[in-house]
């Protein structure tokens, strides 16, 4: 874990902190680099690159907390910072919670996580802006029937996280991350859409080909032209693995610590209950090497590590920071997770639904009428009801074969029956992002069309 | 105010001879046009959660952005430190998206006209914390002796005052102060052990604290969200499929920002990729309605003085009696389509490249009474209050999810519904408005609007309307 010396800017800032009259104090410092190259219509449309480095600051005093954050790292800046932070103390309400964690609960992973691959840095603007290009091309290329496109574009980030508190934990890691997508528009009479494909990776060389990208992307708008409307009616739901994983989104949204101790959730005093059918379960787990959601330690400052939050359909854990941990009586699970200014909120690690054992297709061949959602659109989903009504678009399945292309439709549920309902998982799990999810299929919902 | 008198001169030395210098740098390698933009932003927050003022915050964050065009391309690059060999180094990064000698002759700034929709003279963020704190201390206080259902209170204020100074290689050089401030609550009602249910209110604008304190206080907000919540308790499934919605005044404006607004975006349409491309002239709404975007109302959420690229905000009419009008354009869209710029250039940063986006976005009022719209439906679904929207803009589907709705029937409101998606095809939706109410509202100012990673303050507004089909995204 080399570093530019940031944690021992941050320990200092804790220092200085204390100084002020703080009693306790965290730090958190954040520089990043971003590199931007855009393509449309085969001509480089932008370029953009920068760096930027902030540091924020909380404090307590007693059970009082304050916050500062900065982007002027001058000695001047810091010390304003510090001032403000702790003089905010002083109009926060005594919180008998609120606190660092315990000692014994700090500490970082040992060992390479993969979070860095130096091929990001190294890889020069031209041959970014060639992997754009050739993305954008092989979807033009595909098909006739696109003959426009929104562009395509290579995107890098290389960050250097550092955090330090009063209770003398100092730590920083060095993270990469690259992406290459593509959004083809596809025209078919009077029928116009677009859909896009992304690859992700720490390294350049962990990215799926430029033309593979181009290519499935196009595959996708393809199918989406002459799509109508339905009829409304309840029918099996399948998820494929992209609009599946924001039902993992919705999952972590429903077991975050906040909104449990809130009683703002349907899973809310549900632990040891069943909540999800017996194919459902559920992992966080932060300490996968080279993943998304991967890192050395939480933003307090404690160790990330795997926790099992729905095993068979058996809601487990919930994702607890220090804070909602005190508040329910148990411990942090390491998910805590913050920006620069403000008391730690919960983030996950990588949060994902276990594989099943079949693939894709056979799961829709079971299926005699149903939708396969490809995208949903909206925020409709409630997580203190679990009520759930999002627009959608995908396919329809007719006697196990994707049969023709739907839009403008809603698929509505409640989640506590649509966890139970759910019927199949499939095995082609794939970590794009720091959820993850493979298809899945729920017994029935209502799609709302005609 | 001079500018050698604003924010920027005044605080970090400045100057327009320094303003030139930077733009020439950009400009180096043969960039047709460039601008800078100056920020500096400061920050505050309040939360209160179980009657407990859980969290205070506050910060500063400042930098400059430099573009540079040359073509259709953009060349962009920022800084946060705004000492001149840092400036100068980001102009020479944005200048590269051009190769060549320089091309445009010396830069010359001038100070054009100024205005001020926002007259505030100290800004919320300039102002005591105690102050602020008070507001979110008293919406909790409301919130909760609403009524003994009420079970938990969330409220949360938080207040911003940018400064900005724009500088283009057209010359033109502005600077604006821009105060922004919102008070948010959330409730949770629950009875007899049964699923609880969340109300939601908010609002602000560019206002003084003043407002909180006489206008739209924080007990109106507070009875507002438990209202809401208190009302859901009864709340049956939505009904699912194509029936009569009407909207109420005010935030279901949405539809507005959702159905039209974005797709009116000059950037899609002169790539055509917009369910609007190409149809200017055509009637895409029923000929009660007329949608305008207005950056230039008082004190509004949405509104600017001027837009962030240095051109004043205006009123533009998107939709007139049906007919579509014109489009949203921000400089690179203007320059490339030769189409007047519309003050519509916004970002979220000095980190972020502007785009073409909405300010305010609503439709005139009509002619009907309010009432007889209602009475006028034998059976559909009546929604006075919505949480957020997203559009496809390339099949001009859209959605925007009721937070409050009511069954109609025989002309009355009978039940409330849990909360459902609408969903619609941008282009064809408004043909179906039958009835366009006389009581236009604006929103209580809460808008944020999403578009490629960035965000900016909007604000919406619509009379009650009456449209005869529309999908709604139940269970029932």
């Known amino acids: ?450 | 105010m001079r500018f050698s008198d604003s924010f920027f001169p005044q605080r970090f030395g400045i100057t327009t001879h320094d303003l030139e210098n930077y733009m020439a740098e950009a400009l180096s390698a043969g960039g047709a046009y460039a601008d800078l933009y100056f920020e500096y932003l400061s920050t505050s927050s309040i939360s209160i959660d179980e009657s407990i003022v859980k969290s205070a915050a506050q910060g500063v964050s400042l930098g400059v952005g430099v573009r540079v065009i040359a073509g259709e391309r953009t060349g962009y690059a920022y800084s946060g430190d705004l000492s001149p060999e840092k400036i100068r180094h980001a102009a020479r990064v944005a200048a590269c998206i051009a190769k060549g000698p320089a091309t445009v002759e010396k830069v010359s700034l001038s100070e054009g006209a100024r205005r001020n929709l926002y007259p505030v003279l100290t800004a919320p963020t300039e102002t005591a914390f105690a102050d602020r704190v008070d507001l979110v201390k008293r919406a909790d206080r409301a919130a909760r002796s609403y009524d003994p259902r009420i079970f938990q209170v969330q409220a949360s204020y938080a207040d911003n005052l940018r400064h900005v100074l724009v500088a283009t290689s057209d010359g033109v050089l502005s600077w604006d102060r821009q105060p922004l401030a919102r008070l948010n609550v959330a409730a949770l009602a629950r009875a007899n052990g049964d699923v609880p249910q969340r109300g939601h209110a908010g609002g602000g604008g560019r206002v003084d604290l003043a407002f909180f304190l006489n206008e739209k206080t924080p007990e109106h907000f507070a009875a507002e969200a438990a209202r809401e919540a208190i009302v859901m308790l009864d709340a049956v499934d939505a009904p699912a499929g194509e029936m009569t919605v009407v909207l109420g005044p005010g935030w279901p404006g949405i539809l507005l920002h959702e159905a039209v607004g974005h797709g009116l975006e000059a950037d899609f349409n002169r790539k055509g990729v917009s369910a609007f491309s190409g149809r200017i002239g055509q009637q895409v709404a029923s000929p009660l309605c007329t949608v305008v975007d207005d950056g230039t109302i008082a004190n509004r959420r949405g509104s600017l003085n001027v837009d962030d690229e240095g051109h004043p905000t205006g009123c533009n009419v998107l939709i007139e009696n049906g007919v579509l009008r014109g489009y949203l354009q921000d400089k690179l869209s203007s320059r490339i389509t030769g189409a007047a710029q519309t003050g519509s250039g916004r970002r979220e940063s000095y980190a972020h490249i502007p785009m073409p986006r909405m300010t305010n976005t609503f439709m005139l009022g009509g002619q009907s009474d309010p009432a007889e719209i209602i009475r006028s439906v034998p059976k559909g679904l009546y929604c006075p209050d919505f949480g957020g929207g997203q559009v496809d803009i390339t099949s001009g589907n859209f959605v925007f999810s009721a937070a409050e709705s009511y069954l109609i029937e025989d002309g009355k409101l009978t039940r409330p519904v849990r909360n459902a998606t609408l969903i619609g095809n941008g282009p064809e939706a408004l043909k179906y408005v039958s009835m366009v109410g006389n009581d236009l509202k604006l929103d209580e100012g809460i808008g944020i609007c999403g578009k490629d990673g960035q965000s900016v303050p909007v604000g919406v507004g619509i009379p009650t309307i009456k449209i005869d089909r529309m999908t709604v995204g139940g269970t029932a």
């Open chain 1, 1 to 450: 874990m080399s570093g530019n010396g940031y944690a021992a800017l941050a320990a200092e800032i804790v220092a200085q902190a204390l100084a002020a009259g703080a009693t306790g104090a965290e730090c958190t410092v954040s520089e990043g680099d971003e590199f931007s190259a855009g393509v449309r219509m085969r001509a480089v449309e932008t370029l953009k690159e920068a760096g930027s480095r902030a540091v924020g600051l909380r404090i307590l005093k007693g059970r009082h907390t304050g916050s500062a954050y900065t982007s002027d790292l001058a000695p001047d800046g810091i010390r304003r910072m510090v001032r403000s932070a702790v003089e905010l103390a002083d109009i926060t309400t005594e919180d008998p919670h609120a606190g660092l964690p315990d000692p014994e609960e700090l500490g970082s992973l040992p060992g390479d996580l993969g979070l860095y691959c130096p091929d990001v840095e190294s890889l020069a603007t031209d041959a970014k802006i060639d992997m754009a290009c050739r993305a954008e091309d092989a979807s033009l290329r595909a098909d006739p029937r696109i003959a426009n496109s929104e562009g395509a574009s290579f995107d890098t980030h290389v960050g250097q996280h550092a955090f330090a508190n009063s209770r003398g934990f100092a730590g920083e890691y060095r993270a990469s991350y690259c992406s290459l997508s593509t959004v083809p528009v596809a025209r078919q009479g009077e029928s116009m859409e677009r859909d896009y494909w992304q690859t992700a990776a720490r390294g350049v060389v962990g990215l799926e080909k430029p033309e593979d990208v181009g290519r499935i992307a196009a595959e996708r708008t393809l199918r989406r032209l002459g799509a109508v409307k339905v009829e409304t009616k309840r029918v099996p739901v399948v998820f494929d693995p992209r609009t599946a994983r924001s039902l993992v989104d919705n999952i972590f949204d429903a077991v975050h610590g906040g909104a449990i101790y809130r009683n703002e959730s349907f899973l809310a005093g549900k632990l040891g209950e069943r909540v999800g059918s017996d194919k459902l379960t559920v992992i966080d787990d932060g300490t996968i090497p080279g993943l998304f959601g991967t890192s050395p330690f939480d933003d307090e400052g404690v160790p990330t590590r795997r926790t099992v939050v729905i095993e068979n359909g058996v809601l487990r854990s919930y994702l607890l920071n220090t804070y909602t941990a005190r508040k329910l009586g148990l411990r942090t699970t390491g998910n805590a997770s913050r920006g620069l200014a403000g008391n730690a909120g919960v983030g996950n690690g990588n949060l994902y639904i276990e594989r099943g054992a079949e693939p894709p297709e056979r799961l829709i061949a079971g299926i005699r009428d149903g939708f396969y959602v490809t995208e949903l659109i909206g925020f409709g989903v409630n997580i203190v009801t679990g009520d759930y009504s999002r627009g959608a678009a995908g396919l329809w399945i007719r006697n196990g074969e994707l049969a023709f292309p739907v839009s403008e439709v809603t698929i509505a549920g409640k989640l506590p029956d649509m966890l139970l309902n759910l019927e199949a998982v499939g095995a082609d799990l794939e970590f794009r992002g720091s959820m993850a999810a493979p298809t899945l299929v729920l017994a029935e919902m209502t799609v709302g069309g005609r």
